[in-house]
């Protein structure tokens, strides 16, 4: 428990200063509908880093960090350019052609030395578990004086007007927004900056209708997503990134499905209500039909409830095809651990001990080999006993899953 | 007398032939390491050229290109196998030259008569020729290897080269000659690192363990291109502290990022090791490579 609280603090404080400043950013680009202006000026910084690189300034040092930002700069004035350039082509067009055109370019660049590639995953992929309190004293100060500098202008933010002066209110905006987000995918990485920037601000849309409490709804929201995604993927041995995108996604998922429970009123969730069985409904019934259709194919919805209740899977088999079952589950684990024991035998023998001849390693390799053929032989049978007990019970339990089904069809009383 | 002298006449002509004939045998070879063992085998009478620049992943590769016209007019292949090129299967299929695919006469896996490491599951690539199940493809880092590697690619010399055989036999054996002689130093060089615990940021390092007698005792990124878990980084931590690592092991293109991290929090000192040619300047040809390998690593054990 310490170690996980040791690990986490730093990430925790760090994703609760992203979802500081993004949350609110998030708002903005919300109105203006230029969602994915993040990935384009982050993926703008890196081409910026990489050209830095390509003349001789080593990898975060000034000279790169200027490069990225005056990159980053120049993209700001172009996209400030282009808001009202035509009004025939949206801009979230051009943000994605910025965006392509700038990743396939910083590509070209890498072709000429290949450990750019490296330096451009550094600027796109920070890892959140690697966050350092140096870092989160760096960023800390630069967001505040942003934030403060865009809420103070906010009334003119919202309402630019146009010609030169609203295309240096815009600019101000895009240069202030790119420049937060060049230093916090550095930290966090590309997907889950993405993340803090829109799913808070979402949510916080979804239900409050004043900047202060769509902001106060963001900030708890993503407060409480980070907590949720670290926390989890401590606990599950996964990636953090890719979980607190995850649970991000989830948690927009949840407001979604609980906002006609909480804002519709009774008409709007008893529609939501019938929706959800509707849905279930017509998953019952697809799941019986396919289920008599190929009971020996892939049955997504058994398959999953079968694996969230261990003991279902065998209740439908009977005594000898339970056996056969059993006794395929013992081996296959049986092969796994002989195979594992033998593995760590070989790499133990590799410094301590007495070293193994090339002889001894390539029959280890047979016999490793073997344990795999064996183990998938006993896999194939499990899954052989499966088929076969479903295929026995089809007529049974397919026209059951579509009773149930229609049972739980909305029906309209008339 | 007269056929002798004409039989003589001959054979002179086919020797002048041979040796006139200056025009040096084309070969690819996916990697740089092979490229050096090739050049070592082949000395002078071989152009060699490698696909996959220095720190890209051959894993990783995509072929450009240019690979295709690389290949067209060569006569050997060389690739690592195991999995580790695969791209080169559709490269070599496009390339329209029957005798540089799988079982055809300019075709040479060099994995050939290597004792796999890490031998888990069974191969991915097209089945045909020798089915050994993907091991750890790593396996140009025990020097030992390079023997079996240039045996295979010497047969494979002579055999498309008739009349040159011996001269890349001569070359074989005298480089070989030189590896014996450098292995000895590395390996004590290196008898202050063995058995010492230590961390690598992906498992590049079996065959090199094997052979300098190393103790490889976790890894940063488990499964290569995933990042680790913080539970993973937690175990490793606590490995760290349990086993004393003093080292932390990572190539010039792999993240410095989570090993600086692990590192400033256990005092461990991180190592810059080249697992191919090129990866690092000093890091020249094979020979090089174990120099300056065997530098670094005695001089991170300090």
Same mark, same amino acid.
């Given at each position: 428990m310490t170690e996980a609280l040791n690990l986490l603090?730093?990430?925790?404080?760090?994703?609760?200063?992203?979802?500081?400043?993004?949350?609110?950013?998030?708002?903005?680009?919300?109105?203006?509908?230029?969602?994915?202006?993040?990935?384009?000026?982050?993926?703008?910084?890196?081409?910026?880093?990489?050209?830095?690189?390509?003349?001789?300034?080593?990898? @975060?040092?000034?000279? @790169?960090?200027?490069? &990225?930002?005056?990159?980053?700069?120049?993209?700001?004035?172009?996209?400030?350019?282009?808001?009202?350039?035509?009004?025939?082509?949206?801009?979230?067009?051009?943000?994605?052609?910025?965006?392509?055109?700038?990743?396939?370019?910083?590509?070209?660049?890498?072709?000429?030395?290949?450990?750019?590639?490296?330096?451009?995953?550094?600027?796109?992929?920070?890892?959140?578990?690697?966050?350092?309190?140096?870092?989160?004293?760096?960023?800390?100060?630069?967001?505040?004086?942003?934030?403060?500098?865009?809420?103070?202008?906010?009334?003119?933010?919202?309402?630019?007007?146009?010609?030169?002066?609203?295309?240096?209110?815009?600019?101000?905006?895009?240069?202030?927004?790119?420049?937060?987000?060049?230093?916090?995918?550095?930290?966090?990485?590309?997907?889950?900056?993405? &993340?803090?920037?829109?799913?808070?601000?979402?949510?916080?849309?979804?239900?409050?209708?004043?900047?202060?409490?769509?902001?106060?709804?963001?900030?708890?929201?993503?407060?409480?997503?980070?907590?949720?995604?670290?926390?989890? @993927?401590?606990?599950?041995?996964?990636? &953090?990134? &890719?979980?607190?995108?995850?649970?991000?996604?989830?948690?927009?998922?949840?407001?979604?499905?609980?906002?006609?429970?909480?804002?519709?009123?009774?008409?709007?969730?008893?529609?939501?209500?019938?929706?959800?069985?509707?849905?279930?409904?017509?998953?019952?019934?697809?799941?019986?039909?396919?289920?008599?259709?190929?009971?020996?194919?892939?049955?997504?919805?058994?398959?999953?409830?079968?694996?969230?209740?261990?003991?279902?899977?065998?209740?439908?088999?009977?005594?000898?095809?339970?056996?056969?079952?059993?006794?395929?589950?013992?081996?296959?684990?049986?092969?796994?651990?002989?195979?594992?024991?033998?593995?760590?035998?070989?790499?133990?023998?590799?410094?301590?001990?007495?070293?193994?001849?090339?002889?001894?390693?390539?029959?280890?390799? @047979?016999?490793?080999?073997?344990?795999?053929?064996?183990?998938?032989?006993?896999?194939?049978?499990?899954?052989?006993?499966?088929?076969?007990?479903?295929?026995?019970?089809?007529?049974?339990?397919?026209?059951?899953?579509?009773?149930?089904?229609?049972?739980?069809?909305?029906?309209?009383?008339? | 007398m007269k056929q002798l002298l004409y039989g003589g006449f001959l054979a002179a002509l086919v020797c002048a032939g041979a040796t006139e004939a200056q025009e040096p045998l084309r070969i690819v070879a996916t990697t740089a390491d092979l490229k050096s063992l090739a050049e070592a085998v082949g000395g002078r009478r071989v152009a060699v050229a490698s696909i996959v620049p220095p720190n890209v992943d051959a894993h990783e590769y995509q072929p450009k290109p240019q690979d295709l016209n690389r290949i067209r007019d060569a006569t050997l292949l060389l690739r690592v196998g195991v999995d580790y090129d695969l791209w080169l299967d559709k490269l070599a299929a496009r390339a329209k030259r029957p005798e540089l695919r799988r079982g055809g006469a300019g075709y040479v896996d060099c994995s050939f008569a290597i004792a796999l490491l890490d031998v888990r599951g069974s191969r991915v690539g097209p089945a045909g020729g020798h089915v050994h199940g993907s091991g750890n493809p790593h396996y140009w880092l025990d020097p030992s290897n390079a023997e079996i590697i240039t045996g295979v690619i010497l047969e494979a010399l002579a055999r498309n080269d008739p009349a040159n055989a011996k001269y890349y036999e001569g070359e074989r054996l005298r480089f070989l000659e030189r590896l014996s002689a450098k292995m000895r130093g590395w390996e004590q060089k290196l008898v202050p690192a063995q058995g010492k615990p230590m961390i690598a940021y992906h498992n590049n390092w079996a065959y090199y363990a094997r052979r300098f007698r190393l103790n490889f005792a976790g890894y940063i990124e488990p499964r290569p291109g995933i990042p680790p878990s913080p539970s993973h980084l937690a175990g490793l931590l606590k490995l760290m502290e349990s086993q004393q690592v003093k080292v932390i092991v990572r190539q010039p293109h792999e993240p410095a990022k989570i090993a600086e991290f692990l590192a400033g929090k256990t005092g461990a000192k991180a190592a810059l090791l080249a697992a191919s040619v090129g990866a690092v300047p000093q890091a020249k040809d094979y020979l090089s490579l174990f120099d300056y390998n065997a530098e670094a690593l005695a001089n991170a054990m300090k």
């Open positions: 603090w730093l990430p925790f404080l760090a994703a609760l200063v992203l979802t500081g400043i993004h949350a609110y950013l998030g708002l903005q680009v919300l109105a203006r509908n230029i969602i994915f202006v993040d990935l384009a000026l982050a993926q703008i910084a890196a081409l910026g880093a990489t050209v830095a690189f390509m003349l001789g300034h080593p990898v @975060s040092s000034a000279g @790169s960090y200027a490069y &990225s930002l005056i990159f980053t700069l120049a993209a700001a004035m172009l996209l400030a350019a282009t808001r009202t350039w035509s009004g025939r082509i949206p801009q979230e067009a051009l943000i994605g052609v910025l965006y392509v055109v700038a990743a396939a370019g910083a590509f070209l660049l890498v072709e000429k030395a290949p450990q750019g590639s490296e330096h451009i995953k550094q600027v796109l992929t920070g890892n959140i578990l690697t966050t350092g309190a140096e870092d989160l004293a760096a960023v800390i100060p630069l967001y505040i004086v942003i934030g403060l500098a865009l809420w103070a202008a906010r009334a003119r933010l919202a309402d630019p007007g146009g010609g030169w002066r609203g295309w240096a209110w815009d600019f101000f905006f895009y240069a202030c927004f790119g420049v937060v987000v060049t230093s916090s995918v550095a930290l966090a990485g590309v997907l889950l900056v993405f &993340s803090f920037l829109i799913i808070p601000a979402a949510v916080g849309v979804l239900y409050a209708k004043g900047v202060g409490r769509q902001l106060a709804i963001g900030w708890a929201v993503g407060a409480a997503a980070s907590l949720a995604g670290l926390v989890l @993927s401590y606990a599950w041995d996964f990636p &953090s990134g &890719s979980t607190m995108v995850c649970v991000f996604g989830a948690t927009l998922a949840l407001a979604g499905l609980a906002w006609p429970i909480v804002r519709g009123g009774r008409r709007k969730f008893d529609r939501a209500a019938r929706a959800v069985r509707a849905g279930a409904a017509a998953l019952l019934v697809l799941s019986g039909t396919w289920l008599m259709i190929a009971p020996r194919a892939d049955q997504p919805l058994l398959d999953s409830v079968e694996y969230a209740v261990p003991g279902l899977g065998v209740s439908y088999m009977n005594e000898s095809e339970i056996e056969v079952y059993r006794d395929a589950d013992h081996y296959a684990k049986r092969y796994q651990r002989e195979a594992e024991r033998l593995n760590e035998k070989e790499v133990r023998s590799r410094w301590q001990g007495e070293a193994l001849d090339d002889q001894q390693v390539r029959r280890i390799s @047979s016999f490793l080999q073997s344990y795999n053929e064996m183990r998938k032989g006993e896999e194939f049978v499990k899954r052989e006993v499966r088929a076969r007990a479903r295929a026995r019970i089809r007529w049974l339990a397919g026209p059951v899953l579509i009773l149930v089904g229609l049972l739980l069809l909305p029906w309209r009383r008339r | -």
